[in-house]
């Protein structure tokens, strides 16, 4: 059982040392981008009311979620997703707000997955939610948002996937499929499950083009052009309406010059219900997850008393971190820390070259020195702290200071 207790459970992990500090320089640099374009920082609590997330909603399963009861008997559950925790804070305090609201978060989500491959069951989230915006405008400065956040992390080789939930909701318009027809569908084509696709639709009454372009969902992505020949395709409103916006998002995105990182899959239906127009994920190779991911939820907050249209994006920093490693990319991490190491009898000494460190703004950690520990101990402790440098106060005109990264040692006189 002692044992047991020094592993965490499935899906969760230990970070710390290198992996820690890379991390948080990377969600700094995404935050900051985030303010660059006017996004204030709103914080959200660990856990909620299950109703702000339930069926409702549209937001996880309610079997994915860790749920609790609370001394009053109320179910509460660790979040699963953020969104609806903002459009609840902006339904309760920018309620007569008209004028665009701007908001970024940075927390940690708990879904209760299977775990299957490794997939985490937390993770971390920095993302960020534009209300009261319902153009093509907003939604291509959301993916520009996006993008430029994951190139401040350190990320260049990744592409936008874009897609357009009203697409797939016109043809099952013209279906004529009911709630549990289209979610079943719905998971189904998320999947790329083109058996399954085939089999549901295969008992259905429906007009042959129409199920064409359902079987063909799974597939369907590539250019620009490509949408403009779908478009030429159906003649459900809903669906070229979806279409002809994409066309304008791309001509929006080469504003910014961002149009070469994205492509279009119009079978990217996203298991969050509340998504009710452009969708899109990001994807770099190495990793199996979407690194990022958002899309337009134009009727969540009218669920908390506020309707008004809304878009948002979410980075996700584990996976995007993941694919940084293994594409050797991870930042460099700057080893800007000294190890003081001294002698008992100039203790006082040390104390105060230390104090002198921090008051500069600089890194110091104190340590006594022990007879019965080597020179290449302390060598190898300096690199577990990630110290830059070891400096020794063992005289009482001299220090000795040893760069860790040359081995060379110089002195200064005191």
Not at 138 to 154: K, P, Q, V
Not at 254 to 278: A, I, P, R
Not at 320 to 347: F, G, W
């Amino acid at each position: 059982m002692k044992e047991k207790l020094l592993h965490t459970p499935e899906g969760v992990r230990d970070i710390y040392g290198e992996e820690y500090i890379t991390k948080g320089r990377a969600e700094r640099a995404v935050k900051e981008c985030m303010r660059h374009y006017g996004f204030l920082q709103i914080k959200t609590p660990a856990f909620e009311y299950f109703d702000i997330f339930n069926s409702e909603r549209g937001s996880v399963d309610r079997k994915d979620m860790f749920k609790f009861i609370d001394r009053d008997g109320e179910t509460l559950v660790l979040r699963p997703d953020v969104t609806p925790q903002v459009a609840r804070c902006v339904a309760k305090y920018f309620r007569d707000e008209k004028l665009p609201i701007r908001l970024f978060y940075h927390g940690n989500t708990f879904v209760n997955n299977d775990g299957y491959q490794g997939k985490l069951k937390e993770i971390t989230q920095i993302g960020a939610e534009l209300v009261n915006e319902p153009g093509v405008d907003a939604d291509a400065e959301m993916i520009a948002l996006m993008i430029d956040s994951l190139d401040s992390m350190g990320l260049k080789d990744f592409q936008i996937e874009v897609g357009n939930a009203d697409f797939f909701r016109g043809l099952c318009d013209d279906a004529g499929f009911d709630e549990d027809e289209t979610n079943e569908l719905r998971m189904l084509i998320e999947a790329k499950n083109l058996f399954g696709v085939e089999e549901l639709l295969s008992g259905k009454n429906i007009d042959e083009n129409i199920k064409e372009l359902f079987t063909r969902l799974p597939l369907q992505f590539g250019t620009i052009e490509f949408v403009r020949d779908i478009r030429k395709k159906t003649k459900n409103p809903r669906a070229v309406a979806a279409l002809e916006r994409l066309e304008k998002l791309y001509e929006k995105l080469s504003f910014y010059g961002k149009e070469g990182y994205v492509s279009f899959d119009l079978g990217m239906l996203t298991l969050y219900d509340y998504y009710t127009g452009v969708v899109f994920k990001a994807y770099t190779h190495k990793v199996g997850e979407a690194i990022a991911a958002g899309g337009r939820y134009d009727k969540l907050l009218s669920q908390f008393g506020k309707p008004a249209p809304a878009i948002g994006i979410a980075i996700y920093t584990d996976y995007a971190l993941t694919a940084m490693a293994r594409q050797n990319v991870t930042p460099v991490v700057t080893h800007d820390l000294t190890l003081i190491l001294y002698d008992e009898k100039y203790e006082v000494k040390a104390v105060k070259i230390a104090n002198g460190f921090r008051k500069d703004g600089l890194k110091a950690v104190l340590l006594k020195k022990d007879a019965k520990v080597s020179g290449e101990e302390y060598e190898r402790y300096a690199e577990s702290i990630m110290a830059g440098g070891i400096l020794f106060v063992d005289s009482d005109e001299m220090i000795r200071i040893l760069d860790m990264e040359s081995k060379k040692i110089s002195e200064k006189r005191l």
